[in-house]
C-alpha cells in the first residue's frame, strides 16, 4: 500500500454529495468529546484496536478532526473518517459499517476530512496508506506517491499473534 496526494486547492463541490446525504437522512459531522467511548469502540468492533488508537488522537484536537456518519433515523454511527491523526496533513483511517457501503457515505466523510485539511491552511493532503486507490482517485482525484510503500508506519509496533491457550 503507498501514500497517496489530493490537490486540495482543487477538490470537487462537495454539495451535491452532502445534499445527497441530507436525502439518505444521514448526518455528517466532527465527533465531539462526550462521543469518544462509544466511536472507539464501534471503530473496535467493526475495523481495530490500531484505528481505535488514531481516531482517540484525532478526537483529543480542537475541534475534533474525526467526523463521523449518524444515521438520525437509527441514532447509530455507520462510518468515520480521521485526518491530522498520525502526521501533520495525512487523512485516515476511515471505514463505513458494511450495510451502509456503496451509498456515498465514503466519498462524504472523505471530502468532509479534505475540506477540514484544507481549512487548516495545506495546500495538498496526504491518504496514508491508501487500500482502495480506485475510490481515492475517483472520489478526490488523489494519485499515489511513488516510493511511499511503507511510508511512516515502517515498523510500527503490532500486538502479537493469539498463542494456543490464550483466553
Ligand atoms: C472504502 C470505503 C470507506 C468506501 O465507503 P463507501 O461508503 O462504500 O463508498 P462510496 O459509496 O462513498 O463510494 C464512492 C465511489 O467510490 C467507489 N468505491 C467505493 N469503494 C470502492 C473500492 N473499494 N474500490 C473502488 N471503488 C470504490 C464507489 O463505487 C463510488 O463510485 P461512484 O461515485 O462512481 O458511484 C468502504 O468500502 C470501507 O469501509 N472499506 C473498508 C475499510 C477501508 O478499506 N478503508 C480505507 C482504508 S485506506
Not at 463541490?13 to 472507539?40: C, F, N, W, Y
Amino acid at each position: 500500500m503507498s501514500d497517496m496526494l489530493v490537490r486540495l486547492y482543487d477538490l470537487p463541490d462537495s454539495q451535491p454529495i452532502m445534499a445527497e446525504m441530507e436525502k439518505q437522512g444521514i448526518t455528517i459531522r466532527r465527533a465531539i468529546a462526550p462521543e469518544k467511548h462509544i466511536v472507539l469502540d464501534w471503530i473496535r468492533e467493526f475495523f481495530s484496536e490500531a484505528w481505535a488508537s488514531e481516531a482517540d488522537v484525532a478526537m483529543c484536537h480542537h475541534p475534533s478532526t474525526c467526523i463521523i456518519a449518524v444515521d438520525e433515523a437509527e441514532k447509530k454511527i455507520v462510518g468515520f473518517a480521521c485526518y491530522e491523526a498520525t502526521y501533520k496533513a495525512f487523512f485516515g483511517p476511515t471505514g463505513v459499517d458494511p450495510a451502509y457501503r456503496g451509498r456515498g457515505i465514503g466519498k462524504a466523510l472523505l471530502f468532509k476530512a479534505m475540506e477540514g485539511l484544507r481549512e487548516l491552511g495545506y495546500a495538498y493532503g496526504a491518504i496514508g496508506g491508501a487500500g482502495p486507490t480506485e475510490f481515492y482517485a475517483k472520489s478526490v482525484g488523489a494519485i499515489p506517491i511513488p516510493g511511499s510503500t511503507y511510508s511512516v508506519y515502517k515498523g510500527m509496533l503490532k500486538r502479537p499473534a493469539p498463542r494456543a491457550g490464550d483466553q
